[in-house]
């Protein structure tokens, strides 16, 4: 879910692979894959290269996703962030909702670390969404289509309205945090944060963000990969 971390990982602290925009849509494309049906396997597309295929940025940016995150996860800076999370959520008094502390703690890590990210450099998204290019939305369907064996015909919309949606943008304020942490809740069917609830997410956001050390996470992710 963190968009900005990945594609900075891809393009800043990796050697990306061109066409520039095919391998940033592969790299975005294993978090926006389950949005056009959730009977598909992000996972399947972390796969070797294809000789039927002549253009392999899709996956090689598909697999640099897969590859950033399995050394991210496994981080002792973001174990020990999250860890702070769980415990601020305890704290936070939420009432009247079910809150999953795991899957809460997770996703506001890493939304937190994007949010960090495009306010050490808030030019970060506008340069995401300048590389994320429609044009290699029909290009990355088919090449989903053709590693996944399955025709996939709500990726297009999906991709599209995620270009159109700039939303990555909104995470300059803890607000637009707090909507996005109420947008995954929604998706993954967890109760949302509403009237006081709300505020106590935006006051547990605040706290989020100070455990967050964007340069050192990165560093360590680039290192491990």
Known sequence: MNFLAHYLLATKYLPPVEPL?????????????????????????????????????????AVA???????????????TAQACINEFI????FYGIRV?????????????????????????????????NPREINGAMRWAEFILQQEIPALPM???????????ESYQDNAGIAIGINRLCARARQ???????????????SRSLSVINATDLMAATAEAV
Request: net charge negative; aromatic share 12%; hydrophobic share 50%.
């Open 65 to 79: 996703h897969f590859a950033a995150d399995a050394a991210f996860h496994k981080l002792a800076g973001f174990l």
């Open 158 to 168: 999906v991709l599209a309205r995620f270009a159109r949606s700039r939303y990555l």
């Open 90 to 93: 305890a704290e936070a008094g």
């Open 191 to 205: 109760d949302i944060f509403e009237g006081a609830n709300a505020e106590r997410l935006l006051n547990l956001v």
């Open 100 to 132: 999953r502390k795991f899957f809460l703690s997770h996703i506001l890590a890493e939304l937190a670390l994007d949010a960090a990210l495009l306010r050490d450099d808030p030019w970060i998204a506008g340069d995401f969404y300048f590389a994320f």
């Open 21 to 61: 925009s095919c391998y940033i849509v592969g790299n975005a494309l294993p978090d926006l894959l389950p949005l056009a049906s959730t009977r598909l396997r992000p996972a399947a597309l972390n796969t070797p290269p294809h000789p039927a295929l002549d253009n392999n940025a899709f996956r090689e940016g």
